[in-house]
């Protein structure tokens, strides 16, 4: 019996034989794009970090337990650490002819020296001080790495802590070095053996990726909103580079709706007395430039310490108005304390009538009770999107989350995760648990805490629109956060971000819509087939069932001049052509 993990597909790229839609002359057969090789089955965490870091991508890929399966791919990428015991000796050689014929290798902790000759070094050496990573020189990986903030990967804060992860150093011999820890010594390495080429990196997935999108950064940004921070994304960019530089022809999945270059999100919280009547003003203003923001409520219906009850009939006025007008209600929860993240889980079943937020409050309680209120209050509301007060986050949030029936969060922030991919979080907040189908929406801009004032606009709005331009040129989104407490220059420097934008190719919408977005282009399967200048895509779900704006890339090749897309039931798909400099998008009117 075959492994379940040896055709585990992603984004995954599969081989037709269709010869009736070609003709006579039979296509040819294709292998997947990116196979993603698992090492051992108990380091499931490097195999869910890859994937993910593929699917932010929209690169196809494939994950295999066979050395066999895996180099049928011209590109694979070792999930887990290169001992000389991770493959029998038969695979290691396989490994060998793999790169010497021309395929890609990209490997993570290359320690066993029967290794060695093939990525082009003679030793290693492990370390838990290295608190960053600078990539040096010219390489194809570096197509996306061209600003400061790209070039030096931060990995921790040096001044609060002694110990990070563990990296390898490597000693290279006939390796080209590509990226160098603080004491000089390489990690990250490139070695040309044969006609292939073999990528060694001195940090895993887990740690360099996964384990930042839970948060668990060492600090490495002191910001945690208002900042380019692309340090895990650099990893990504990195993979995506190689493997549009290496496989041919390069299909991805594009990241933004309706071939746009990015995306900017306009979100809300409504957490204040005043956020309530405010909130027309933000929607009015929005309507004027086309485009929606999800208001996130807090339903907080007493009184304490901090705040009076502010969720009141009264109040439900202003957010009915604005749900008439299109835009989208979230919870913000229902207390909006600091302390949520210290919050037993409670019982799932939770009732409005029945909850004491004051005396037992539970994570539970939170997000099923605030949402329980808005769909009481508002006719026609459905609640699909959370944001956790103060941006708290439970270990349990995103299992929870799931259980009440979300399908968007947006509590992490982009200078906690180092990333400003949509994405799926783990279910619960430690390496090891399963992805969720939740898309997770990090918070990149935001005016709180005296950052935007009457006297700091012109800055501010300048720092803004140069953040929303870094994102697009990796094909990223930007979430903005406005807390409508005010109606003059809040209201003033958002119109300003986004008369910029509109002056470029950005998309502009929701958090929840572009969640719902994400997450429905996570689940598109591809597949391909080429004949002469034929090229046949069809995609794993009825037509009916894809999401609007869906776009895919299609490397460019002038021996092309015919391509089908099909839907999973062989329906033909329309699409819109637009050319860019190195691929097509075909953005498709599902």
Same mark, same amino acid.
């Not at 690169?59 to 694979?76: D, G, L, N």
């Given at each position: 019996?075959?492994?379940?993990?040896?055709?585990?597909?992603?984004?995954?790229?599969?081989?037709?034989?269709?010869?009736?839609?070609?003709?006579?002359?039979?296509?040819?057969?294709? =292998?997947?794009?990116?196979?993603?090789? &698992?090492?051992?089955?108990?380091?499931?965490?490097? @195999?869910?970090?890859?994937?993910?870091?593929?699917?932010?991508?929209?690169?196809?890929?494939?994950?295999?337990?066979?050395?066999?399966?895996?180099?049928?791919?011209?590109?694979?990428?070792?999930?887990?650490?290169?001992?000389?015991?991770?493959?029998?000796?038969?695979?290691?050689?396989?490994?060998?002819?793999?790169?010497?014929?021309?395929?890609?290798? #990209?490997?993570?902790?290359?320690?066993?020296?029967?290794?060695?000759?093939?990525?082009?070094?003679?030793? #290693?050496?492990?370390?838990?001080?290295?608190?960053?990573?600078?990539?040096?020189?010219? !390489?194809?990986?570096?197509?996306?790495?061209?600003?400061?903030?790209?070039?030096?990967? /931060?990995?921790?804060?040096? %001044?609060?802590?002694?110990?990070?992860?563990?990296?390898?150093?490597?000693?290279?011999?006939?390796?080209?070095?590509?990226?160098?820890?603080?004491?000089?010594?390489?990690?990250?390495?490139?070695?040309?053996?044969?006609?292939?080429?073999?990528?060694?990196?001195?940090?895993?997935?887990?740690?360099?990726?996964?384990?930042?999108?839970?948060?668990?950064?060492?600090?490495?940004?002191? *910001?945690?909103?208002?900042?380019?921070?692309?340090?895990?994304?650099? $990893?990504?960019?990195?993979?995506?580079?190689?493997?549009?530089?290496?496989?041919?022809?390069?299909?991805?999945?594009?990241?933004?709706?309706?071939?746009?270059?990015?995306?900017? +999100?306009?979100?809300?919280?409504?957490?204040?007395?005043? =956020?309530?009547?405010?909130?027309?003003?933000?929607?009015?203003?929005?309507?004027?430039?086309?485009?929606? =923001?999800?208001?996130?409520?807090?339903?907080?219906?007493?009184?304490?310490?901090?705040?009076?009850?502010?969720?009141?009939? &009264?109040?439900?006025?202003?957010?009915?108005?604005?749900?008439?007008?299109?835009?989208?209600?979230?919870?913000?929860?229902?207390?909006?304390? %600091?302390?949520?993240?210290?919050?037993?889980?409670?019982?799932?079943? @939770?009732?409005?009538?029945?909850?004491?937020?004051?005396?037992?409050?539970?994570? #539970?309680?939170?997000?099923?009770?605030?949402?329980?209120?808005?769909?009481?209050?508002?006719?026609?509301?459905?609640?699909?999107?959370?944001?956790?007060?103060?941006?708290?986050?439970?270990?349990?949030?995103?299992?929870?989350?799931?259980?009440?029936?979300?399908?968007?969060?947006?509590?992490?922030?982009?200078?906690?995760?180092?990333?400003?991919?949509?994405?799926?979080?783990?279910?619960?907040?430690?390496?090891?648990?399963?992805? =969720?189908?939740?898309?997770?929406?990090?918070?990149?801009?935001?005016?709180?805490?005296?950052?935007?004032?009457?006297?700091? *606009?012109?800055?501010?709005?300048?720092?803004?629109?140069?953040?929303?331009?870094?994102?697009?040129?990796?094909?990223? $989104?930007?979430?903005?956060?406005?807390?409508?407490?005010?109606?003059?220059?809040?209201?003033?420097?958002?119109?300003? +971000?986004? *008369?910029?934008?509109?002056?470029?190719?950005?998309?502009?919408?929701?958090?929840?819509?572009?969640?719902?977005?994400?997450?429905?282009?996570?689940?598109?399967? /591809?597949?391909?087939?080429?004949?002469?200048?034929? /090229?046949?895509?069809?995609?794993?779900?009825?037509?009916?069932?894809?999401?609007?704006?869906?776009?895919?890339?299609?490397?460019?090749?002038?021996?092309?001049?015919?391509? !089908? /897309?099909?839907?999973?039931?062989?329906?033909?798909?329309?699409?819109?052509?637009?050319?860019?400099? !190195?691929?097509?998008?075909?953005?498709?009117?599902?």
């Amino acid at each position: 019996m075959r492994s379940a993990l040896e055709v585990r597909s992603g984004v995954a790229l599969f081989v037709l034989y269709l010869p009736l839609a070609f003709g006579s002359t039979p296509p040819t057969k294709l =292998s997947t794009g990116v196979a993603v090789l &698992q090492v051992a089955a108990r380091d499931t965490s490097e @195999v869910t970090a890859a994937e993910s870091d593929l699917e932010m991508l929209g690169v196809p890929y494939e994950t295999t337990a066979s050395v066999v399966s895996a180099i049928r791919s011209p590109m694979v990428i070792i999930a887990g650490a290169m001992t000389n015991t991770a493959f029998s000796p038969a695979s290691r050689e396989l490994l060998y002819s793999f790169v010497e014929r021309g395929g890609v290798l #990209f490997a993570t902790h290359v320690q066993g020296n029967q290794y060695f000759p093939l990525f082009g070094i003679n030793g #290693f050496s492990t370390s838990r001080e290295n608190f960053g990573l600078q990539l040096t020189g010219n !390489d194809p990986a570096f197509r996306y790495v061209n600003r400061p903030q790209e070039r030096d990967i /931060v990995l921790g804060d040096s %001044k609060r802590y002694r110990e990070l992860n563990w990296t390898t150093q490597y000693q290279p011999t006939g390796a080209v070095v590509l990226g160098r820890f603080p004491g000089r010594a390489a990690g990250f390495v490139r070695h040309d053996y044969g006609r292939g080429i073999a990528y060694s990196l001195g940090l895993s997935f887990s740690d360099s990726t996964l384990r930042l999108a839970l948060g668990q950064s060492y600090e490495a940004e002191p *910001q945690w909103a208002n900042v380019f921070a692309p340090s895990a994304d650099v $990893i990504r960019l990195l993979l995506r580079a190689i493997y549009e530089a290496n496989v041919h022809p390069f299909l991805l999945v594009h990241t933004i709706p309706d071939g746009f270059e990015s995306a900017l +999100l306009l979100s809300h919280d409504i957490d204040a007395r005043e =956020s309530f009547r405010n909130s027309v003003a933000f929607a009015a203003l929005e309507q004027r430039y086309g485009a929606t =923001s999800t208001f996130f409520v807090t339903t907080k219906y007493f009184s304490d310490s901090t705040d009076a009850g502010y969720y009141t009939s &009264q109040n439900s006025v202003y957010l009915r108005e604005i749900f008439k007008r299109g835009f989208d209600l979230g919870s913000h929860s229902v207390s909006h304390l %600091k302390a949520f993240n210290r919050f037993p889980l409670g019982e799932a079943a @939770v009732r409005f009538a029945t909850y004491r937020p004051q005396s037992a409050p539970t994570v #539970f309680g939170e997000v099923e009770v605030s949402k329980q209120l808005l769909e009481r209050d508002i006719p026609g509301q459905h609640t699909v999107a959370f944001r956790a007060g103060e941006l708290s986050h439970p270990p349990q949030l995103i299992s929870a989350l799931e259980t009440a029936g979300y399908l968007v969060d947006s509590t992490r922030a982009a200078g906690d995760t180092l990333t400003n991919y949509a994405y799926r979080p783990l279910r619960e907040s430690h390496l090891g648990s399963a992805a =969720s189908s939740i898309i997770e929406i990090p918070v990149t801009l935001d005016d709180s805490m005296g950052y935007l004032t009457p006297a700091s *606009q012109d800055r501010v709005v300048a720092q803004w629109t140069e953040i929303v331009e870094a994102n697009a040129e990796n094909n990223n $989104i930007t979430c903005l956060l406005i807390h409508p407490t005010d109606t003059t220059y809040k209201l003033a420097a958002e119109e300003r +971000l986004l *008369q910029a934008c509109r002056k470029k190719p950005v998309w502009i919408g929701s958090v929840a819509r572009f969640g719902l977005f994400a997450r429905a282009r996570a689940s598109i399967r /591809v597949e391909r087939a080429i004949s002469e200048n034929h /090229v046949l895509i069809r995609l794993s779900q009825p037509r009916a069932d894809l999401p609007a704006g869906l776009t895919l890339v299609l490397e460019s090749d002038p021996r092309w001049d015919a391509i !089908d /897309v099909r839907d999973s039931q062989g329906a033909d798909i329309p699409f819109t052509t637009r050319l860019k400099l !190195d691929g097509r998008l075909l953005i498709l009117h599902p």
